[in-house]
Each structure stands twice: as structure tokens, then as C-alpha cells.
């Protein structure tokens, strides 16, 4: 059975710092880019980040640039993602995504 499961979310304060973990269990992602996600309360499912197979190409949205940081550890079949300097609007539920399959999410609420 294929698993992708967030871990890393929490509550923390305006402009302090989390590391979201996204561990893949079930079978590798060998060739495939993933990503993270994020959904607010009332709000679209968006994209956060993205890395390639290598992790030699990442994408980031506009409002993270500079402040996140998407990376992999194909040895042990996990992607990161570094938060820093947060902000209230980056609360939301983060998704992890590779392929045809989602985690189930971890929650990050920025509080001001």
C-alpha cells in the first residue's frame, strides 16, 4: 500500500520557523517530481513547492520565495519542506503530492 505522510505541522508564532516532513512508504518515486501543497480555510487547494527527481529544479510560489525551502532525500524516500519567517496567511493544511497520490495533510497555523 502506497503512503505519503505529512509530519511537522504546529502551531508557532508570526515569523518563526517549521519543517514539514512528507515520508513515502509502499514504493519509491524514482523519475518523479513532488510537491507540496497548501489549503486554507475557504480557499483553493495551491501550490507551495516543487522539486524535481534530482532535486536540481525547484519551483516555488510567489508568496514563498525566499522564506521556504523544498528539498529530497531519495535515500530515504522523504521530501522536506523548511518554513521560515511565517506569516498568518501561510496557515493552512500543507499536502504532500508525487504522482497519482496525496497525503492526508498536516496542519500549520501561524498565529500573529
Known amino acids: 500500500q502506497v503512503q505519503l505522510v505529512e509530519s511537522g505541522g504546529g502551531l508557532v508564532q508570526a515569523g518563526g520557523s517549521l519543517r514539514l516532513s512528507c515520508a513515502a512508504s509502499?514504493?519509491?518515486?524514482?523519475?518523479?517530481?513532488m510537491d507540496w501543497f497548501r489549503q486554507a480555510p475557504g480557499k483553493e487547494r495551491e501550490t507551495v513547492a516543487s522539486i524535481n527527481w534530482s532535486g536540481s529544479s525547484t519551483y516555488y510560489t510567489d508568496s514563498v520565495k525566499g522564506r521556504f525551502t523544498i528539498s529530497r532525500d531519495n535515500a530515504k524516500n522523504t521530501m522536506y519542506l523548511q518554513m521560515n519567517s511565517l506569516k498568518p496567511e501561510d496557515t493552512a493544511v500543507y499536502y504532500c503530492?508525487?504522482?497519482?497520490?496525496w497525503g492526508k495533510g498536516t496542519l500549520v497555523t501561524v498565529s500573529s
Open positions: 509502499g514504493r519509491t518515486f524514482v523519475g518523479y517530481a
Open positions: 503530492h508525487a504522482g497519482s497520490y
